[in-house]
């Protein structure tokens, strides 16, 4: 049992590597994202498996004195550094990436990038607190009380004392039911816009080779990001809003300038 157990456990490392390595790109750089994404995928999928893994222990060692408290620690554990990284090393990937920037300005070094990703992923920290906030007052198991209306204080601290095993299934429980509200509705306008798919025209390889919109495209990247230097130019401090604007210009012009590069090599072929 064990054995097929360890076989899965190395299918899903496996997995998480080829995952990330498949779906980033060649030109950009992946050290801390890359990690970031490696291990959220690594341990997303090492939570579903301990449903498995917990039935054939419980077939095997249900009877062992200690094995309730090890499956319930396992279980907070696994859960915790899953929440962990939803909440909290998620948005620091994603905004550490798009500090990223000019790879070639030392300036822009490390520990700014760290302190502005920092910065704004103090937002999805609040809102991981506000949840554990919640679980802990929120009484689930209500019942008749015993004291009267003068003693709601004593309600609150008994709901604060009794509702701590209660926090990681309301954290999960509200991070599973907004995952399956947008699944819903990206599942709904798949489904809608397949037939649609299907029915347009498909492309010729003569038009795929096309470099002609490539160009056009390439140069309104570069019109693009000339308005933005020149509105900024001498200013060390971008705003959010028009730095997040010019990675993806500039990643944009990257993968504009890889495309027109093979559509010209397939071209001169």
């Not at 990284?85 to 990038?113: H, M, Q, S």
Request: hydrophobic content about 45%; charged content about 20%; proline content about 4%.
């Amino acid at each position: 049992g064990w054995t097929i157990y360890g076989v899965v456990g190395i299918l899903v490392v496996g997995f998480s590597a080829w995952f990330v390595g498949h779906y980033k790109l060649r030109d950009e750089p992946a050290g801390v994202t890359g990690v970031i994404g490696f291990f959220s995928i690594l341990f997303g999928l090492l939570s579903l498996f301990l449903i498995p893994i917990d039935v054939y222990m419980c077939s095997t060692y249900g009877d062992h004195p200690h094995y309730r408290d090890i499956a319930k620690t396992a279980y907070y554990m696994f859960y915790s550094i899953f929440l962990f990284c939803l909440f909290v090393a998620i948005p620091f990937g994603y905004f550490y990436y798009e500090e990223l920037g000019d790879l070639e300005d030392r300036t822009n070094t490390f520990g700014k990038r760290a302190c502005n990703a920092i910065k704004y992923t103090a937002a999805t920290a609040v809102l991981w607190i506000v949840l554990i906030v919640i679980g802990l007052f929120v009484n689930f198991n209500s019942g008749t009380n015993d004291y009267g209306d003068s003693a709601w204080t004593h309600e609150i601290a008994n709901s604060f004392s009794n509702n701590t095993a209660g926090i990681m299934p309301f954290c999960i429980a509200v991070v599973t039911g907004i995952g399956m509200f947008f699944s819903m509705i990206y599942t709904a306008f798949g489904l809608a816009s397949f037939p649609i798919s299907l029915m347009r025209p498909i492309a010729r390889p003569e038009q795929l080779k096309d470099t002609k919109n490539l160009q056009v495209e390439l140069k309104r990247v570069d019109s693009d990001l000339d308005m933005l230097y020149t509105k900024y130019r001498g200013k060390d401090n971008w705003p959010p809003k028009d730095k997040a604007r010019r990675n993806m210009l500039e990643r944009k012009k990257k993968q504009l300038k890889v495309k027109k590069d093979r559509a010209d090599s397939s071209v001169s072929q």
